[in-house]
């Protein structure tokens, strides 16, 4: 009857009123627990960093003391190395936090791409010469102007070739190309390494994701620091991408980011703030 059917569906309005809220509890907690997750990283990440500080500082201190023996020496220099490795982990874990936060601020200004790119080269140079790689840059003759925080592009493109770097066998070949098509720029990290097997491809930029677990790999790292290159680059609105053709056939990774004409880029000035 009509009294039934009205019935029915008001208690169907009932259900779905109790399942719309059951979900949005559910989502509710989600990001509670997010953001807890987030608060922990940054907490921890602080509370790591502030005893490597005086630790730094008395390993520095430590090399101005003369008269010691060749081990101390070399102690002394594998301590240095080990600390420089914790408080770089420790600021990438930071950065990663402040991201998540929302609390990184870019400075953006007009920036010639083939100026990034060789600061970046010059942070990774110890880690190319010792792997002994061969290196190749191929830059346009003309400026490609992108709309960015200089200094942190030169970290994604520098984390992008430590990795090359990395994950290639000793005496191997990393390229990086630049190249701009009309309003795109696009740089490039081309090695003949380790690569990437296809269901790890999509996944390598996911926080604390690597390839190889096992805690006895040879490559340190906490799988943060593509994390980082994908938040950066999507905070300046562009992206980055992987691809490989497998384990052993090497890895390519592509940035991707808005160029500026050169007539705008000269407006705000090369290098000037906004
Ligand atoms: P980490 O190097 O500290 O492990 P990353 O976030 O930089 O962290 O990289 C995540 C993972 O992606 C690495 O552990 C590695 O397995 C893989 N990877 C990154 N770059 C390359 C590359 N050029 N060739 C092969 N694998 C790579």
């Known amino acids: 009857s009509a009294v039934q059917s009205a019935l029915r ?10 399942q719309i809220g059951e979900q949005m509890k559910a989502e509710q907690a989600l990001r509670d627990s997010e953001r807890r997750k987030d608060e922990f990283l940054a907490t921890l990440a602080h509370e790591l960093r502030n005893p490597l500080a005086p630790i ?25 190395r080990q600390v420089g490795q914790l408080v770089k982990l420790i600021d990438e874990l930071l950065d990663l936090s402040r991201i998540a936060t929302g609390k990184v601020v870019l400075r953006r200004v007009s ?8 600061s970046a080269l010059e942070a990774c140079q110890p880690a190319l010469e010792a792997a002994r ?3 190749r840059v191929e830059l346009p003759p003309q400026p490609v102007w992108v709309h960015g925080d200089p200094s942190r592009l030169a970290q994604v493109v520098s984390n992008l070739v430590n990795n090359a770097a990395k994950y290639t066998p000793a005496g191997g070949h990393v390229r990086i190309e630049l190249a701009q098509v009309q309003r795109e720029a696009t740089l490039r990290v081309v090695d003949d ?37 994908r ?11 992987a691809d490989s053709d497998g384990l052993d056939r090497g890895s390519v990774f592509t940035l991707t980011l808005p160029a500026i004409a050169a007539e705008a880029a000269a407006d705000c000035g090369p290098g000037a703030p906004e």
């Open 193 to 229: 390494g380790m690569g990437i097997p296809a269901e790890m491809v999509g996944r390598v930029f996911d926080m604390f994701t690597q390839v190889d677990r096992t805690l006895d790999r040879a490559q340190g790292g906490l799988g943060i620091g593509l994390a980082l290159v």
């Open 133 to 135: 790689h061969e290196v």
């Open 56 to 80: 730094r500082m008395g390993v520095d201190a430590l090399a101005r003391i003369p008269g010691d023996s060749a081990q101390a020496l070399r102690l002394r220099e594998m301590m240095a």
């Open 111 to 118: 920036v010639d791409l083939r100026t990034v790119i060789a």
């Open 231 to 241: 938040s950066l680059m999507e905070l300046h609105g562009g992206s980055v991408r």
């Open 9 to 18: 569906a008001r208690r169907r309005q009932y259900q779905l009123r109790d």
